[in-house]
Structure formats: structure tokens, C-alpha cells
């Protein structure tokens, strides 16, 4: 083999057709897509379609058991609980993938930077990890809802903040441990620009393995996000979110259960799809760790 | 004294939960008393069965005598009272004159409600072993109310509570009230009252109350339907239904309310700036539906700022959703869909409620409802004390909805002064209206009964019509829930929940 | 005697990396003063239920309260206050909140620690149960119960056993004093379901050891399967399981509000959230601070134990 030979980067399995197809011959990997796909398609539907309006009270329909019409019954102000859980889903599901996102992708940045940069900056930005994981975790949420004051966009923020820290840190170990390997070593010995070995050759692999960490914590956000709003600091009404559902569903438990089942299940639903998503995607990406 | 908290604390969990006696009155509120202080706090001992007024309101309007044996008008500005004989203080001093005296004088001092309703001219002086003449300077048509209104002049024995000074704590158990149940502890969680053996009126009926704060609304329920609690102040209204069929929980309703749900609106900045916007809102409200069906008939529906059986209510309250559309229009805010917009800016509003109120949370939904059908887009925010938010700008705000009378003990110079007027301490949205502070003023010194009816009716007018600021969204009826063991206790007015014979069904 | 000494030595570091962190965490649970919106002052006048409050006022409060002095000097001075158990006024009761803490910390404690105590138990027991039942039916039960219990939230299923069960059965109390019997309800269902996701992972990792060499090599001197799980598989699996407890327990601190709000527990966390809404800023520091120092505590606690019984743990790693 070549220098050069060695110098090419490994083949990405970022994003491609085996990694989709490892995944559905995956036993739990296939329900999870299965189940994950349908979810989500629930969801993005809900923004702009949902059989009743959800947010429109109807005092006369109130408190109304399941029926064809109303698949999980209603309200007590007399709104269509499976509607309310439709339109939900964005807050509850898309805002964790939202935080997700965000938190993946500033932890990527600074564990890289702090990685190649190394000196004072590696330092400096350590340290500030370590000063935000000194507190536990949704601690410091709590902190900044107490001085932003309650709402979705708040609560996004507050989570961003309190959880980014630990995603730094594991791209940092990452990218030190493919900063070692054989082809990157190689390719700084043929001369490929500093830029072309980040892209190329450290990038695709920190990010596969900050990705699969990241898919097993979307069921942690969403628990997150669906807590916060159960508080009353999240969501605010009349907006629907399922933990705020269940929040307003509590008091007519005796007359109408349905109506505490319904998210119940749905955020139950969504974190199962996505542990067996996480799990599956964990499986294939790195077989060496398989069970 | 944290070393011996927390030892106390773990004595107490080691020893496990102190089983519930049954001769003792177990009470739960969505409130907390903060502390012992007699100014900022004082008033919830009228509540509880701790202190007492020299007059009491009654369910059917009228204001009897109470700690007072008479209160007599002599002329516009001269009342005499004369004090009951045979009162003593928890602590057994006796209740006479000067001590009737100084606790007016310490009111007067601190007391910023008393203020804004006794003129700085006033004078009490002792003329006979239990008289007490007033002169008022200026009338005061009002005294009755004032001195039944629990936040004004509240009897206490003011010498043991000016030598604790700020050490509030060290009031618990100093027996300052004249009430059967005197405090002996208070914390964040619970106050528990002892028996007052030689209370002025009768021997209380049962051995003690214990008061538990319970802010969230479903352990209040559970709890009486547990058997933890026999009565639950502030239960969710909207929740009637569930009531209806849930085991050991009666739904009691009492006397119809002084008082109402009121909305105020920031008038000094934000969408209420504009007369347009609030005139459009109070026209938006569908008074009817939030009384009959978001809260199930035990509501009363608005249709003035005061409950409709008093002689001065002017009933100009109307629902007519095409006016306000066409006020709004007329603004220029443009109608597309759900939202209005003018010169790129959305027309929205904030509302604030807090948690102690339950039914505040279906009633903000249905507002919001009824905003969006005609066009104005609306958040709500919840905070913790609606008058520390308002007058520290905690949080942004343009409709707040409060829980309080605009007829509290038949007073309604009481609601104007601390909430319409231009300086009062209530005053959240910064309203001011010169003539209604004229007119204010001089209700304040009228006595002539047709006259005070004619200046409450033009302020009315004005808030209606002209100048739109406080508005009732839902007038109450006195509620409580209670087990079934206590399905007889009538929820009460003006606040006094527990009486000396306040007792479980025979 | 080398080996003594080196455990001390490793020990006595690990605290004092703990200090350092924890003193760490004070830095931002003492900023969160500055950072707040509203005026401090003119809130502590407020809480003691003062009116028509002059600009006069609000500066003497400022300078008794020592906020005109430079950051750095407010950081110690609070710092020093910490130390000596002074963590400020509440601003709505006028109470030190040292006082309220010490009065709610027993109840976070009892349910907490009963939780930490149950969960444990479970998954140990679960766990050893579903190892030597591997693939047969109470394995079976077993991994179908750390699925669901893993997809649904501690407080959604808290919630669920609260309505169902307890309202159900009309067991256990509402409004509960806070006490070792109180607690052991929620604490039941608190165990049960943090115990999902540690019975998984201690599952895995016992069948992992039992699966290795060392476990090949006794299986052929005629150990049995029971003795190999016990005597081999549990220690060495136990060690990573003590690593996620440690971490876990960081979860169950964070989620206390939640927890306690659910089963109206008096304890801290419930005391928190009365703080969010009415912002009530030195109860919120009192609160972060605690939830920091026993976060750190208890990975402290954890680190240690695990160097005690490993003592390749005792060479400092950077």
C-alpha cells in the first residue's frame, strides 16, 4: 500500500444505502424505523392538518369518551384530545430533534477545535466543560427558566445550555483518538492541507459516533422537553404539547382516563422508536461493539 | 437553630407520621402565609379563625357589629363605637379601649390599605370606658366596611408585637388575636391553631385547626377525597363534573360574591394603550357561556363591574363580537385569518394569572379563544403574586385577571381607591382617568345615598363606554369542597372561613 | 503497605479534584444574582412588604447589601457567607434559606435515598434473575419490562402508577409528612423505573463476563452456572454498574422537582419550583448549590468506592 493509498480517507458510512439497509435487516432497528417513520409523519402532518382544530374550546362537546369521531375523546373545554396530540408532536418530538440537533452540532465544533487547536484553547474550553458539568443535569436549566422565565423558546435554550458540555467533551476524545489513526497520520506525511484532513478524514467519523450518542439521548430530550412543559415551564397553553396534556388531563382522571392515556402513549411511543432506532444504529455502525 | 431543625426534622420522620385527630378542623388552601407579620400578613388571621374586626359583613349585605358591641353615626363626620365588654386576648390581656386604640394607630401607621380608605385627618379618642368617638374630618361614609374589612384594622395586641420587631417568628403562640383559635406554629407548609378555652363568644368547637398550603390543585382534591383534608378552599370550578362522581368530595356553594374574576389592562404600554383595542375586548367576552358553561352554572355572569344585586349596578356589559370587529377595523388593524396587523406590527397581549387560582386556567383559555375571534393573538403568563409582578415589572403583561371584589364588604370606595384611582397601590396597569378620580374623591366623602348611586354610575359609564380599564370577566359565588363528613359547611363570605362553631355535619 | 499508601494518595487527589470542582459550580451558582433581571434591592424592600418605596431606600439597601462593591469582591464575600451557612434572605418569606433547606432537606433525602436503595435492589435482583434465565421466559419478561420501563419518562410513569394504583387503592397519603413510611411508595415507583435501564446494562454486562475465558475455564472444572454468576460475573460487572449508578443518581437529583411535584413530596425540589415562579432568586442559588455539592458528593463516593475494589482505578488519569 501506498502512503497515498493509506491517505484516502476510510469510506464514509455516513449517510448511505448499506447503513439504511443494515438497519432494517436489524431486528429492532426495522420497528424502530418503521415505527420512527410513522411518528414522524404524524407529527409534520399535525402542523398544518388535524381532523378538529386543537385549540378552539367547544364547551358544548366536552368530556366526550373515544368514538369514531373523536378517536381519543375530549377535552373539558371540549378540544379533540387525538387533534391536541397531533399538533403536539412538533413541540414534543421536533423540538427535541431541534435541541438535538443544536447540541450535536456545538459539540461538534468545540471537541474538534479543542482537539486540533489544543494549548490554551483546548484548556480554556475544557475547562469550561467541566464547569458546566459540575452541575446535574436539568439543574442548570432550571436555573435559566428562573431567569428567563417559562416558554418553549426558554426551555430550548435552558437545555442547549445545560447539556452541550458533555457532547464537547466526547468529540474531543474522538477526534484525539482519529487524530492517531494510520490514515490521518498518513495523510499529514503526503502533505494533505490541514482543512482536507478535518473534512475528509477526522469530521465523517466523529460525527457517525457523536450521532449514534446522540440518537440514544432523543429519548432523554424528548422526556425533557414533555417534563419541563408538565411543569407549566415549558410550553406555555394554549399551546398543545404532551406533556402539558397530561398536565391539564390530571384533574378529569376520574371521568375521562383516555384523555391522560392518550399522550401518555404517544410520548411513550416516540422514545421507544427512538431507543430502538439508538440501539440498532449502534449496532451496525460499530460492529465491533455489537451483542 | 439548624442544627436543632434539622434533628427536629429527622425526630419527626423517624417517628412517622403523627396520626390525624379527629376533633380537629383540617383545612387546605392554595395560599401561603408567609409569615406572622400583622401588616403584610395579618389579614389571613381573619381567615383562619385567629383574629377578628369590630364589624362583620354577612351574606345578605348588611354589616353587623362583631368585636363592637354598636357603631353609631352621630353626624357626616362623627361615628362612635363602643367595644364589647368581656373580650380578652388569646394571651388573656384584656381587650379595652387603648388596646382597641393602639392597634387602630398601628394600622394607620403601616398599613398602606388603611391609609388609602381613613383620611390623615381622622381622629379616635377614648370618651367612656368602652367608647371610642371618631372624627373623620372629611365623611366617611364607608366606616362600616373599614372596619369589617380584614385588611384595615385588624384588633390585635400591639405591645407584644412591637417589642418582636422583625423576628415575626416570635409572634407564634403570643396570643395577639381575640379569635377561638389562636397560632401556635406556622411554617411554610402548615399553620396549626390551638383552642382559645375562654373566647369571648362560646367555647370554639373543635380542638384546633390544622391549615395546610397546598398550591397544586389535584392534592387538594386528593386529599379530601382521601380523608386527609375535611375542606378545600379554591377548587377548580371547571372541574364540577368530576366532583359529581368522585367518592368524599362535595362541591358546597355559598352567597353570591362581592367579588368577581376582574381583568385589568395595562393601559400604559403594550395593545391596551389604545381605547379602540379595549373597548373591542370587553365586547369580545362571551359573559354568559364563561359563567354557564366553562364553569358549569356556579358562576355568575357579568354584566357590570359590581354583582348585579346591588342598587348601583349599571348592567352595560354586552357581547356583540361584529362591534368589536368593526372598533378594530375602524383602528385600522387589518383582519387576515386569526391575527390583525397594522404598519407590520401584530396585534397580541399577554395574559397573567397565577396558579392559586384554579379557575383562572380555563378561564384564560376560553379569553384567548375569544380574542382570536376577532383577531388578536394572545400568551399567557403565570406568576406567583399578581401586585409584586405588576409593581417590580417582573414579566411583561397587558391583561391581568384577578380574583377580588369590587364591592369587598359592601365597601366600594375600597376597590376604587387601591385600583382605579390614579396613585392607589393596586393600580397594575397605570390607569388614569381625571374625572373618574374626581368622581372617586368625591364618592369618598358623600354620604347621601342617591348621590353616591348617581357617581358610582357615571364611573361605571366612563369604564364602559369612554375609557375602559377593569373589567369583571365572571362574577363567583362563595365555593369550597368538602368530605362528605362536612357536606353541611356553608363556604363563607368576606373570607371567614373557619367560625368558633364552625363544625362537621350533626 | 506500597498499596495502602497509594490508595490514600489517590483518594485524598480525587477529593481534592472534587473541591475544585465544586468550588467551580459555586462561580455560577453565585452569578445567577447579577445575571437576574428586576432590581435586588428593590425586591428585598418589597418581600418585607414595604410600599411607595423611594430611590433613597433602594440605595441604603444596596450598600448594606454590599452590591456596590466590585464582582470579584461580591463573589467572596457570598462565598465566605456559604462557608459560614449563610445563603441569604428568601425574598418572600424573610426567612434565611438555610433555615427552609434544613427544614425541606430530610425529605428530598428520605425519598431519594429510598429510591437510590430500591432501584439498586431491583436491578441487581432482576438482573441476576435474567443472566441465569438467559433466553427462557423470566429473561424474556425481564427485557420487555427494561424496554418499556426505558421508553416511558420517570414522571409519566410516576404519574400513571399515581393515578391508577395509588388513587386506585386509596393508598398512601396526599399530603404526606415527610417520613421513611411516607416515602416508600413513590420511592417504590421511583425504583422501579430508574431500575429499567440499570437492569440492562448490569444484565449485559453479566452476561458478558459469563461468556469470557475465565468463565470457560471454570465451567470445565465443574463450577456451576449459579456459582460462576455470583462469584465471578456480579464483581466483575459490578464495577461499570457502580460507574452508571453515579451517574444516574446525577439524573435523579436533576429530576427531583418533576418527582416531587408529581407525588406532592415537601421536599427541595417542590421548594424549587415555588422559587422559579415567584423569583425568588438566593432560594434558587441555595437550591443550585446543593444539588451541585451532592452531585459531586456522590461521584465522589463513587470513585472512591470503585478505586477501594479496583485498584488499577488508583493511578491518576488526566
Not at chain 1, 15 to 41: K, M, P, Q, T, Y
Not at chain 2, 72 to 94: A, L, M, P, S
Request: aromatic share 8%.
Amino acid at each position: 500500500m501506498t502512503v497515498l493509498e493509506l491517505a484516502r480517507p476510510s469510506v464514509s458510512t455516513v449517510a448511505d444505502r448499506g447503513l439504511f439497509n443494515r438497519l432494517w435487516r436489524h431486528r429492532s432497528g426495522r420497528a424502530g424505523l418503521l415505527l420512527g417513520v410513522l411518528l414522524l409523519v404524524f407529527a409534520v402532518l399535525g402542523t398544518f392538518w388535524t381532523p378538529h382544530p386543537p385549540d378552539l374550546p367547544n364547551y358544548a362537546n366536552a368530556l366526550k369518551p373515544p368514538s369514531l369521531t373523536h378517536l381519543f375523546g375530549t377535552d373539558a373545554t371540549g378540544r379533540d384530545m387525538f387533534s391536541r396530540v397531533m399538533d403536539g408532536a412538533q413541540r414534543s418530538v421536533g423540538a427535541a430533534l431541534l435541541v438535538l440537533g443544536a447540541v450535536f452540532f456545538i459539540g461538534l465544533c468545540v471537541g474538534i477545535l479543542a482537539a486540533l487547536a489544543g494549548g490554551v484553547t483546548d484548556v480554556l474550553l475544557m475547562r469550561l466543560v467541566d464547569i458546566t458539568m459540575t452541575l446535574p443535569p436539568l439543574v442548570l436549566g432550571f436555573v435559566v427558566l428562573g431567569l428567563l422565565g417559562p416558554g418553549l423558546f426558554n426551555l430550548l435554550i435552558a437545555i442547549i445550555i445545560g447539556e452541550w458540555a458533555y457532547y464537547a467533551r466526547l468529540a474531543r476524545s474522538l477526534s484525539l483518538d482519529a487524530h492517531a489513526r494510520p490514515h490521518v497520520i498518513a495523510a499529514r506525511m503526503a502533505g494533505v492541507p490541514g482543512w482536507q484532513i478535518i473534512w475528509g478524514h477526522i469530521l465523517p467519523g466523529v460525527a457517525l459516533q457523536l450521532g449514534i450518542y446522540a440518537t440514544l439521548q432523543l429519548g432523554i430530550m424528548i422526556s425533557i422537553i414533555s417534563g419541563f412543559s408538565f411543569l407549566g415551564l415549558g410550553v406555555q397553553p394554549p399551546a398543545a404539547e404532551w406533556g402539558a396534556l397530561l398536565s391539564e388531563s390530571r384533574l378529569f382522571f376520574p371521568i375521562a382516563p383516555w384523555l391522560l392515556i392518550a399522550p401518555a402513549f404517544a410520548i411513550f411511543l416516540s422514545i421507544l422508536s427512538a431507543n430502538l432506532l439508538g440501539n440498532a444504529l449502534r449496532d451496525v455502525a460499530s460492529p465491533r461493539e455489537a451483542r | 437553630m439548624k442544627l436543632k431543625s434539622l434533628l427536629l426534622g429527622g425526630a419527626v420522620a423517624l417517628a412517622g407520621a403523627p396520626a390525624m385527630a379527629d376533633d380537629i378542623i383540617n383545612m387546605a388552601t392554595s395560599f401561603q402565609i408567609r409569615s406572622m407579620d400583622p401588616v403584610s400578613q395579618g389579614f389571613w388571621m381573619q381567615e383562619f379563625g385567629q383574629g377578628e374586626l369590630l364589624m362583620k359583613f354577612q351574606p345578605d349585605g348588611t354589616i353587623t357589629p362583631w368585636l363592637a358591641e354598636s357603631v353609631e353615626r352621630t353626624d357626616d363626620t362623627t361615628w362612635v363605637i363602643t367595644i364589647r365588654d368581656g373580650v380578652t386576648f388569646q394571651n388573656g390581656k384584656v381587650m379595652d379601649v387603648p388596646t382597641v386604640l393602639a392597634a387602630i394607630e398601628y394600622h394607620r401607621e403601616r398599613n398602606s390599605g388603611t391609609q388609602a380608605v381613613l383620611p390623615a385627618e381622622a381622629t379616635f379618642t377614648q370618651t367612656g370606658p368602652f367608647e371610642i368617638t371618631v372624627d373623620t374630618g372629611v365623611p366617611v361614609p364607608e366606616m362600616p366596611s373599614i372596619l369589617a374589612h380584614e385588611s384595615r384594622l385588624m384588633i390585635i395586641d400591639v405591645e407584644p408585637v412591637l417589642a418582636a420587631g422583625e423576628d415575626y417568628e416570635a409572634l407564634e403562640g403570643a396570643g395577639i388575636h381575640t379569635g377561638p383559635y389562636k397560632v401556635v406554629d406556622l411554617n411554610d407548609q402548615r399553620m396549626i391553631a390551638e383552642r382559645y378555652d375562654d373566647y369571648w363568644q362560646g367555647t370554639p368547637a373543635m380542638a384546633g385547626v390544622e391549615l395546610r398550603f397546598v398550591s397544586d390543585v389535584n392534592a387538594r382534591i386528593l386529599a379530601v377525597q382521601n380523608g386527609e383534608v375535611d375542606i378545600a378552599l379554591y377548587p377548580p370550578i371547571a372541574a364540577a363534573p368530576v366532583f359529581a362522581v368522585t367518592p368524599n368530595v362535595n362541591l358546597a356553594l355559598g352567597a353570591p360574591s362581592t367579588g368577581g374574576f376582574l381583568s385589568a389592562m395595562d393601559v400604559t404600554n403594550g395593545a391596551f394603550e389604545e381605547i379602540a383595542v379595549r373597548k373591542a375586548v370587553m365586547l369580545a367576552v362571551n359573559y354568559e357561556e364563561l359563567a354557564n358553561d366553562v364553569f358549569h352554572g356556579a358562576k355568575i355572569p357579568a354584566t357590570s363591574l359590581y354583582n348585579p344585586r346591588f342598587p348601583w349596578a349599571v348592567e352595560n356589559y354586552r357581547y356583540d363580537v361584529d362591534e368589536a370587529n368593526a372598533l378594530l377595523d375602524a383602528a385600522g388593524w387589518v383582519r387576515d385569518g386569526d391575527t390583525r396587523t397594522r404598519d407590520g406590527e401584530t396585534l397580541s397581549v399577554t395574559l397573567m394569572i397565577y396558579p392559586q387560582q384554579p379557575d383562572l386556567v380555563p378561564l384564560s383559555t376560553a379569553m384567548q379563544a375569544y380574542l382570536v375571534a376577532i383577531g388578536i393573538q394572545s400568551e399567557i403568563v403565570s406568576v406567583d403574586n399578581v401586585t409584586e409582578a405588576t409593581m417590580n415589572d417582573l414579566v411583561e403583561w397587558d391583561l391581568a385577571m384577578v380574583a377580588t371584589g369590587t364591592a369587598t364588604v359592601g365597601s366600594v370606595s375600597g376597590f376604587l381607591n387601591r385600583y382605579v384611582a390614579c396613585e392607589g397601590d393596586r393600580n397594575y396597569g397605570g390607569y388614569c382617568n381625571d374625572r373618574v378620580q374626581e368622581l372617586i374623591e368625591t364618592l369618598d366623602v358623600t354620604v347621601d345615598e342617591e348621590t353616591r348611586y348617581d357617581l358610582l354610575r357615571e364611573i361605571q359609564t366612563i369604564l364602559v363606554e369612554e375609557d375602559p380599564y377593569v373589567f369583571n370577566a365572571t362574577i363567583l359565588i362563595e365555593r369550597a369542597l368538602t368530605s362528605d363528613a362536612w357536606s353541611n359547611y356553608v363556604p363563607a363570605v368576606a373570607w371567614n372561613h373557619i367560625k368558633y362553631d364552625t363544625a362537621p355535619n350533626e | 503497605m506500597m498499596e495502602r499508601g497509594g490508595l490514600a494518595v489517590a483518594i485524598l487527589l480525587r477529593v481534592a479534584q472534587a473541591l475544585l470542582t465544586a468550588l467551580a459550580a459555586s462561580v455560577i451558582v453565585w452569578a445567577i444574582l447579577p445575571l437576574a433581571p428586576g432590581d435586588v434591592a428593590e425586591r428585598v424592600l418589597l418581600g418585607r412588604g414595604m410600599q411607595d418605596i423611594t430611590s433613597e431606600e433602594i440605595e441604603a439597601t444596596r450598600e448594606a447589601l454590599g452590591l456596590n462593591e466590585p464582582l470579584v469582591v461580591q463573589f467572596v464575600t457570598w462565598l465566605g457567607g456559604v462557608f459560614q451557612g449563610d445563603f441569604g434572605q428568601s425574598f418572600t418569606s424573610q426567612a434565611p434559606v438555610s433555615q427552609e433547606i434544613m427544614e425541606r432537606l430530610p425529605a428530598t433525602f428520605m425519598l431519594l435515598g429510598l429510591a437510590l436503595v430500591f432501584s439498586i435492589a431491583f436491578s441487581l435482583i432482576l438482573a441476576l434473575i435474567a443472566a441465569a434465565y438467559q433466553n427462557r421466559w423470566p429473561d424474556h419478561l425481564i427485557r420487555l419490562y427494561t424496554q418499556i420501563g426505558a421508553a416511558l419518562p420517570t414522571f409519566v410513569f410516576a404519574l400513571l402508577a399515581l393515578t391508577f394504583v395509588v388513587v386506585g387503592f386509596q393508598m398512601g397519603r396526599v399530603l404526606a409528612d415527610p417520613s421513611w413510611s411516607a416515602a416508600l411508595i413513590p420511592a417504590f415507583i421511583i425504583g422501579l423505573d430508574r431500575a429499567a435501564s440499570w437492569t440492562q446494562l448490569l444484565r449485559a454486562g453479566l452476561l458478558e463476563a459469563m461468556a469470557s475465558g475465565y468463565a470457560e475455564v471454570a465451567r470445565a472444572r465443574g463450577a456451576s452456572e449459579r456459582r460462576i454468576l455470583l462469584r465471578h460475573a456480579l464483581p466483575n460487572a459490578f464495577l461499570p454498574f457502580l460507574t452508571a449508578i453515579g451517574i444516574s443518581v446525577g439524573a435523579l437529583i436533576g429530576g427531583t422537582p418533576l418527582i416531587e411535584a408529581i407525588f406532592t413530596w415537601p421536599g427541595l425540589g417542590a421548594y424549587l419550583l415555588e422559587a422559579l415562579t415567584s423569583r425568588n432568586y438566593p432560594v434558587i442559588q441555595g437550591y443550585v448549590l446543593i444539588a451541585a455539592v451532592s452531585y459531586v458528593a456522590a461521584s465522589l463516593l463513587v470513585d472512591v468506592v470503585a478505586m477501594i475494589l479496583d485498584p488499577r482505578l488508583r493511578r491518576q488519569r488526566s
